[in-house]
C-alpha cells in the first residue's frame, strides 16, 4: 500500500496549543498564521459533550493533537517520504531525522 500525502491538504505547522484563560479548560489548536485547527474540552468545560476528554486527559491531548504536524514531518523523513537526494540543501539525514522524532514524542508527550 503506497500512502501519498498532499501537503495543500493540510493546515500548515507547526501547531500550538493555546489555553482559554476564562475557563482553564478549554484548549484550541492553531495552526501556522494564527489558523484555527481544533478545541479540545474536558467533560468539566463542557458536560453536554459525551466525546470530550475525562478532566486529565484534556491537556495530553492537546498537546498530542498539537505535535501532529511535527509526527508526520518526522515519519515522512525516517522512510524518506518527499525526501530530496543526499546533497541537497533541503535533504534531512538519517540523525537528524531521528532527533525530528525525538523531538516530536517529547512535544506529543507534553514534556
Not at 9 to 20: A, F, R, S
Not at 59 to 75: F, H, R
Not at 86 to 107: L, T
Request: with cysteine; charged share 25%; hydrophobic share 40%.
Amino acid at each position: 500500500m503506497r500512502i501519498t500525502v498532499t501537503r495543500a491538504e493540510l493546515t500548515p505547522g507547526p501547531w500550538k496549543e493555546i489555553v482559554d484563560e476564562k475557563d482553564n479548560f478549554s484548549r484550541y489548536i492553531i495552526g501556522a498564521g494564527n489558523v484555527y485547527v481544533a478545541t479540545v474540552e474536558n467533560e468539566y468545560a463542557s458536560p453536554r459533550h459525551a466525546y470530550n476528554a475525562p478532566g486529565a486527559a484534556a491537556p495530553k491531548n492537546g498537546a498530542q493533537i498539537a505535535a501532529a504536524p511535527d509526527l508526520l514531518a518526522a515519519c515522512c523523513a525516517l522512510i524518506g517520504h518527499n525526501n530530496p537526494p543526499a546533497g541537497d540543501p533541503k535533504h534531512i539525514d538519517y540523525r537528524d531525522a531521528v532527533r525530528m522524532a525525538r523531538s516530536a514524542i517529547e512535544k506529543a508527550s507534553g514534556e
